[in-house]
């Protein structure tokens, strides 16, 4: 029997970490793993190119979704140049990040020193690269080599979600319940 009951987590991400080429392959995905117990809003970073604008076209739609809603915990998934969209967030759209999965990030991560009292911050990297490129304040520290880009590959959607689910939310599964997407841009 399905719960009704709406989530209580919101999930900011980057619109390419949603898409699947692949129906079968739903389950294994980013959004297969966390529409349970989540609001699930994306925007895409390749319709405006400068990131401070983006943030500006992102956060009222954002205000606009959250208002009235109960919500526990903000979630914020970023990939490579998108990562830098969420201290503009934090700002703009005055919602408090609870945790952060920084992937294939490539900010400094001085960018988000002033966020890491009150958010948890995960960082994958899937090129060596960017291994050398980890702040000591996060959490975890995952490099994670994958064939595929980042976004599309199930290892890193997995990877993420078990960061969340059983390090941030301390819980086992997530319960199902009503999802909705929300695309902010």
Known sequence: MT???MPNNY????????RTKAPWKLNYSLL????NDHYVASFDSSLVKDVEK?????SKPLRASVKGKDIKHFVFVGYGKDCALLPLLEKQAK??????V?????????TYKAMSKTCVFY?????????????????????APTKLPAYMSSKISLTIASFLVYDFYKVNYLTKTTSDLIELN
């Open 123 to 143: 960082n994958i990297v899937t090129k060596p690269g960017l291994v050398n490129n980890s702040a000591k304040w996060s959490k975890i520290f995952e490099f």
């Open 3 to 5: 719960n009704h009951a």
């Open 32 to 35: 297969g793993q966390l529409s």
């Open 102 to 110: 920084l992937v294939n990030n490539m900010e400094p991560y001085d």
């Open 54 to 58: 983006l943030a500006l076209i992102v």
């Open 11 to 18: 999930l900011i991400c980057s619109e390419k970490f949603l």
């Open 95 to 100: 919602i408090k990040f609870s945790a952060a």
